[in-house]
Structure formats: structure tokens, C-alpha cells
């Protein structure tokens, strides 16, 4: 452990109505400025305000401001914004109301992760120690034939890659065991209370035990980095399947897949466990016995890499493949964390099984955090104009702006999904 400054970033209202009020953060954070009752700064008796009039993204030191499409504009230093990193100093301003921004520095510590076991494997401790991975480097798979980075396993070929990092097919060494490895590389430096957060929080996968979630078995770190070792799902490619399928095909079997993902859901949100990052990629289908089935991945990872703030910031035009299936409180706090976020989530993937588009129409010439915050979304019918009517209906409730309009759970959710997964006489027009 090493000493290091540890970044805090403030906003200070220092002109209009709530002038003097500070806001202060220490961790990975949101905040919303606008008319609207649910902005973290809420002015609706200022006509200049949008409803949502911009977003704050905060990871300190890291500052990211986008403008909701607001009609009058956010303005930093006086420069109209659509969106850009702040630094100390800048000041915001929309109307009379200016904020000004702080970044300060407050002693900490950083953790140096222990290399891995050199006994049980016969690596060199210096070389653990000193190859550290980095978002900008990685590990090639040549490196990796030649440097094994997670004690006790051999990594054989990677599977597939995301933004947390890497998943690899690996064994175990002491059973010969085939498990899946998943290497997690932060994007910055730890401190202490950071990694121990997002190790303490990461290990509750250990307690869902559902044949429908994917089986976690240990946790740790090695090289600078995380590895999370779970069961190995061999999958089929799901949207190759939905390709082939007649529309009444596609139908019952996207039905089906969903029905058994709101089944590991009924089971974690009894335990009080929300996934927060249900999309496609999330979702393991395999085919065993000729029938398919499905496994829920990653479960709360996204949630608790993030709010341990090792995730990079969320920038607009980037994210659109994942924006899609968050929900509009999940924007304004991305600390929401309750299970009619998983709701809207099952919704938006089903939208997009069915219909192979996003709920939102996402333009470049618009904000896509500001559509999902302000916008209706694109009915499913446009896309699927013979889709059952009692179809589209569930996956509309399923994708309500308020989440009290939501199904109120997943299995309630499931049951009135449940007759679409299995085949009936012809339903569509």
C-alpha cells in the first residue's frame, strides 16, 4: 500500500436562487440540473431550465457535462456545450444561475494488488508483480501463451471481450475443471476503500445458487487486475437462431429465453440482489438436448465496478449499444438500484429480440441520454406490425418512464409472458 492523493470533485452555486449550496463528490456519481422534480438541482420556477437541462457524470478527478438538448443551452466559460470534461475552475452557467467547479486532492492510500501464488504454478514473483495490466496495453493472447496471469488456472482461448475486460476458457489445475475466467481491468488505480468495496460487494455472486444464473466460484486479484472464475457456458450464437426463425418462431422462442431470465430474477430480487445490466450480452443461451436455454451473467458486476468508480465515463455518442437498456432512473442515479430497473432492462431486450432495433430511435444529432430521459419510445408495432397485440402491450408496460408502472415483479411479469413461449395456433395476422 502507497500513499496517494485521492481526488474530490465540488460544484458551488455561486450565482441564483440556490446560490451558496455545495455539492461534493468523493465517488463515481450523477447529477441533474433542471425544472423537473426527480434533478438532483431541481429550479421549476426557472423558464431558461429545461426539464432535464444537463447531466453530470462524475469519477474523480474526472468531470463529464452533457446538455440534455436543453432549448437554451448549458454554457462553460461562456461557450455553448453539447458536451465536454471540466476541470477546476470552469464555471457553468444556465440563466442567472452559475456553478463553479472544484477539483481538490485529499490524502489516501492505493492498493498494490499481491502477485498470485508463485508455488502453485512455478511464475516468477518479480515478473507478477511488475507486469501490471492497463487499458491501454492488455494482455495479447501471445502474452498470455507465455504469461499465465490468474493463480491456479490455465487460460486456453478467449471467448469474448466487453468493457469491464476479457473472458477467457480456462481450467482449473488442481481438478482439470473447465470454467470461464473473466479478467477485469480498472481503468484507473485504486485506493484501498475502493477495491475493498468492489471485492466485498462482487463476492455476494457467491450466495445465487439458480440454474439459471451462471455459477460463480472465487474471486481475486493477480497482475493489476481483477479475475472472477465462474461455470463455462458453452452458448450458441442467439441472435444467428432469431435469424432463422419464421416471425411466429422468433416470437415464442425470445418469449421463452426472457421467461427464464425473469425466473433468475424472481429468485435474486427474493434475496433482495438486482442485476442492473440485463442486455443481450448478459444472457447466455446454450442448446443442451436439442432445447434452448439460458444463463444470466454478470450479475451486479457492472453496478458494483462502477460505483467503485474503476469504470471509464459514460460518453454519449459511445454507449448507445448499453444506454439502450438502462433505465431513465438508472441516469439521473446511477446508485438506483431497485428491481423495476431490472423490469425495464427485460423489456428493452425483448423489444430488441423481436424487433432487432432499440426502443429509441437514436439520432447523431441528438443526445442519446436526453431521448431516453424525454422521449416516448418507438412503438414495437412500427418495427413488428403483426406482433400480438397482448405482446406489445407487456413490453410496453415493461418500458414505462415511471417505474411504479412497471410490472411489480418479475413474475408477474413471466406469468403474463409464459403462454407466448410455447406453440399455439397462429397468432399473428
Not at 479478467?183 to 475493498?196: E, H, S
Not at 406490425?385 to 406489445?392: C, K
Request: proline share 5%; net charge negative; charged share 25%.
Amino acid at each position: 500500500m502507497s500513499d496517494h492523493a485521492e481526488s474530490q470533485v465540488s460544484m458551488l452555486v455561486i450565482s441564483g436562487p440556490h446560490e451558496g449550496r455545495r455539492f461534493e463528490f468523493d465517488r463515481h456519481d450523477t447529477f441533474v440540473a433542471g425544472r423537473s422534480s426527480e434533478a438532483h438541482l431541481s429550479l421549476p420556477e426557472d423558464p431558461r431550465f429545461s426539464r432535464f437541462h444537463f447531466r453530470l457524470e462524475v469519477r474523480p478527478p474526472e468531470c463529464y457535462l452533457v446538455d440534455l438538448d436543453s432549448r437554451n443551452g448549458t454554457r462553460v466559460n461562456g461557450e455553448r456545450v453539447s458536451e465536454c470534461f471540466l476541470k477546476t475552475g470552469d464555471v457553468i452557467q444556465v440563466g442567472r444561475t452559475k456553478f463553479r467547479v472544484e477539483i481538490s486532492q485529499v490524502a489516501s492510500q492505493t492498493v498494490v494488488p499481491e502477485a498470485g501464488h508463485a508455488e502453485s504454478d512455478g511464475m516468477d514473483e518479480r515478473l507478477l508483480a511488475e507486469t501490471r495490466l492497463t487499458p491501454e496495453s492488455g494482455l495479447s493472447w501471445d502474452h498470455l501463451e507465455e504469461f499465465q496471469p490468474v493463480p491456479g488456472y490455465q487460460l486456453l482461448e478467449e471467448l469474448g471481450r466487453g468493457a469491464m475486460g476479457a473472458v477467457y476458457r480456462g481450467v482449473r489445475k488442481s481438478t482439470s475443471e473447465q470454467v470461464a475466467i473473466k479478467l477485469i481491468v480498472p481503468q484507473r488505480a485504486g485506493n484501498q476503500r475502493d477495491t475493498q468495496l468492489f471485492l466485498r460487494e462482487a463476492s455476494v455472486l457467491s450466495s445465487l445458487d439458480h440454474p439459471r444464473i451462471v455459477k460463480f466460484h472465487e474471486l481475486g486479484m493477480a497482475a493489476g487486475q481483477f479475475y472472477l472464475v465462474m461455470e463455462n457456458v458453452p452458448t450458441v450464437d442467439f441472435a444467428k437462431v432469431l435469424c432463422s426463425q419464421s416471425a411466429e418462431s422468433k416470437l415464442r422462442i425470445s418469449c421463452g429465453i426472457i421467461c427464464q431470465v425473469l425466473e433468475a430474477l424472481e429468485y435474486a430480487h427474493s434475496l433482495s440482489y438486482v442485476h442492473r445490466d440485463i442486455k443481450p450480452a448478459n444472457i447466455l443461451v446454450t442448446k443442451p438436448d436439442r432445447k434452448l436455454k439460458c444463463k444470466l451473467a454478470d450479475f451486479g458486476l457492472a453496478k458494483n465496478f462502477t460505483n467503485a468508480g474503476f469504470s471509464e465515463i459514460t460518453r454519449d455518442g459511445e454507449a448507445r449499444g448499453t444506454l439502450a437498456f438502462m433505465p431513465p432512473e438508472q441516469l439521473i442515479d446511477c446508485r438506483f438500484s431497485k428491481p423495476a430497473a431490472d423490469i425495464y432492462s427485460v423489456g428493452a431486450t425483448l423489444y430488441y429480440f423481436l424487433a432487432g432495433k432499440y426502443p429509441f430511435d437514436f439520432t447523431e444529432d441528438r443526445s442519446a441520454i436526453a431521448q431516453i430521459l424525454q422521449d416516448e419510445i418507438v412503438p414495437i408495432q412500427h418495427h413488428c406490425p403483426n406482433i400480438p397485440a397482448e405482446v406489445a402491450t407487456i413490453i410496453h408496460r415493461s418500458l414505462s418512464r415511471e417505474p411504479g408502472d412497471r410490472f411489480s415483479s418479475a413474475g408477474e411479469m413471466r406469468e403474463m409472458l409464459l403462454p407466448f413461449s410455447k406453440r399455439r395456433e397462429s397468432t399473428f395476422s
